[in-house]
T-cell receptor, first 113, second 116 residues
């Protein structure tokens, strides 16, 4: 069985602070895919990034960066210089079979002006 | 490029009634997924289709739930004899099939179901 744990239920920061959202996953499969989604107050889940288990190279996209470490089964997400528009619920998800996504419970990020 | 479309956005019904939701995926996507999300939780997988074939169903999908995708395009999710516990946001997602690897799933805005 697969499991995703996002231990931080809520995080509150002041604008321009850096913030890291933690994600720990469990799977016995050697081939798997990890994802991050953003769910703003409007409700639609927005895809941010996909990573496969064979590619541990970290990735940066603008103010967003992701740190994938197989040794600790973690796939953490950092927002640099946070902005109010970053306020949302962020979900980490895992897929092993090419079908279902297993989501964590999400982290509510609030960025205050 | 239109996204995943779900109708209706909101549905309020009395306990015991039947409800049906519709999902129109992104046109070139042959995979379609249904999830359920309750307040404060992450989405939970219900079922998925590859074209018109329903390939996987979660144990969450009781016999009161049925999903179809008759022509491999839009899909419907029906809940019969609704119960209070069915109140949730029902999310639809679609993705293309890739030769290798999982393609990201793109989600619609969801249908929020409230059972009175």
């Amino acid at each position: 069985a697969q499991k995703v744990t996002q231990a931080q239920t809520e995080i509150s920061v002041v604008e321009k602070e850096d913030v890291t959202l933690d994600c720990v996953y469990e799977t016995r499969d050697t081939t798997y895919y990890l994802f991050w989604y953003k769910q703003p107050p409007s409700g639609e889940l927005v895809f941010l990034i996909r990573r496969n288990s064979f590619d541990e190279q970290n990735e940066i996209s603008g103010r967003y960066s992701w740190n994938f470490q197989k040794s600790t089964s973690s796939f953490n997400f950092t927002i640099t210089a946070s902005q109010v528009v970053d306020s949302a619920v962020y979900f980490c998800a895992l897929s092993v079979s090419g079908s279902r996504l297993t989501f964590g419970e999400g982290t509510q990020l609030t960025v205050n002006p | 490029d239109t996204g995943v479309s779900q109708n209706p956005r909101h549905k309020i019904t009395k306990r015991g009634q039947n409800v049906t939701f519709r999902c129109d995926p992104i046109s070139e996507h042959n995979r379609l997924y249904w999830y359920r999300q309750t307040l404060g939780q992450g989405p939970e997988f219900l079922t998925y289709f590859q074209n018109e074939a329903q390939l996987e169903k979660s144990r969450l999908l009781s016999d009161r739930f049925s999903a179809e995708r008759p022509k491999g395009s839009f899909s419907t999710l029906e809940i019969q004899r609704t119960e209070q516990g069915d109140s949730a946001m029902y999310l639809c997602a679609s993705s293309p099939t890739a030769p290798t690897g999982n393609q990201p799933q793109h989600f619609g805005d969801g249908t929020r179901l409230s059972i009175l």
